[in-house]
Structure formats: C-alpha cells, structure tokens
C-alpha cells in the first residue's frame, strides 16, 4: 500500500510571499488531515476533511491561509502571504471513513520563511 | 481545553537500559490516548493506543497504561535498542472526535 504523499519536501520563501503545497492520501480513505508542527511543539490540527468538505477548519488562519480537496482525493494547502512565523513542517494525514483514530502520516513539507 | 503534558527531553539511554516517558493529559471529556514515533526523516506513526481507563495499549516492546486517577499515560519499554531513537509524541483524542492533540514530543537517544 503506497502512503501518504506530499510535495515539495523542503520550501524556503521570502515573507509576503506565497506557497502552495500538496498532499495524495491513500487511495480510498476518506479523511483528510493538515496539521501544523512548529519547531519544538507537537502537531496542530489546521484543518479536516470528509470526502471534499470541510470538517473542522476552526484553527485554520482563514487571513492567510486557504486549502481545498477537489473531487475528495488529494488537496492543497496554500498561504498568501506568508509570515515569519509560519515556518513549520506541514503534515497530511489522511484514514478511511468510520476506522477510528486509523491515521497515516506523510513525511511532512518543512516550510522556512526568511 | 484539553492538553497534554510530556517530559522535555532528550532522553539518553544506553542499549538494554529501561525507559520512562512521562504523560500526563487535562481533557474535559472521556479521552482516547495514543503514543506516536517519528523516526528521522519520516512522518508520524501510530506506536500504540487505549481508549478508555485502565487499558494497557502495547507494540514493538513498548506499552501503555491509561490512568484516570493520575490523568497519565506513561510509555515504557524494558530494554531499549538503538533502533528506538527517534521522538515520541503522546496524544489525545476527546468526545469520539478523530481530532489530535498532541504534546510537544520527547527526543530518545540510545547508545551502543
């Protein structure tokens, strides 16, 4: 079973500037995750998704950053513009529908913003 | 809210040595709890979970106890290999919500 994929694996933008990055789950699952993970901290949860909408979205900064899951497959997360603080690993996670807590992880895009 | 708490690291243990990781979580309902690993330069896995008080969750050598008295859930393995290095992250789920929240992770070095 092929897992979670996500691209680019490293980004370095300047602040003001925009990124996009992208996530493929595993075929089949239902659920799609983006958490945050700053340096030295765990995970946030920025935003789920069942299929192509939108679950919980309420720690996403809806200012800056934006992501969508067209025809509930893969997904993109963007941020337009970019701060300082937003340097971070961005992970996707994604499980199937109705297996409780049956999450895997991809490798995580590392954000630096200077 | 609901938080979890874990010991600052690194740990640094030599092979066979017995290991600790402290947990201890705050939640306002009945929480599921999970312990997660992430080997360098690759994402979260799922090393073990409980889902209600008392339960023992185990894999890989490694287990669990979810403690409602003491709100922990201490991770703990007997004889540590240098393969275990690598950061664990314990983490609670609230209200039958598949939502994590994670605690900030505690870095394991083991040495031959």
């Known amino acids: 079973e092929a897992g979670v994929a996500q691209s680019p694996r490293y980004k370095i933008i300047e602040k003001r500037q925009s990124v996009a990055f992208w996530c493929n789950p595993i075929?089949?699952?239902?659920?799609l995750y983006w958490y945050q993970q700053i340096l030295g901290q765990g995970p946030k949860l920025l935003i789920q998704f069942q299929n192509n909408g939108v679950v919980d979205d309420s720690q996403l900064p809806k200012d800056r950053f934006s992501a969508e899951r067209l025809k509930g497959v893969d997904s993109t997360l963007k941020i337009q513009p970019a701060k300082l603080e937003d340097s971070a690993v961005y992970l996707c996670a994604s499980s199937p529908y109705g297996e409780d807590y049956g999450y895997t992880f991809g490798s995580g895009t590392r954000l630096t913003v200077v | 809210g609901d938080s979890v708490t874990q010991m600052e690291g690194p740990v640094t243990l030599s092979e066979e040595a017995f290991l600790t990781i402290n947990c201890t979580y705050t939640a306002t309902g009945y929480p599921s709890l999970f312990w997660y690993v992430q080997y360098p330069g690759e994402g979260l896995q799922l090393l073990l979970k409980?889902?209600?008080?008392?339960d023992k969750g185990s894999n890989k050598g490694f287990e669990a106890t979810y403690r409602k008295e003491t709100t922990s859930f201490h991770l703990e393995k007997g004889s540590v290999q240098v393969s275990d290095s690598a950061v664990y992250f314990c983490a609670l789920s609230v209200d039958n919500t598949d939502k994590l929240i994670f605690g900030t992770g505690t870095r394991l070095q083991v040495f031959p």
């Open positions: 409980a889902t209600k008080a008392d």
């Open positions: 075929s089949g699952h239902a659920t």
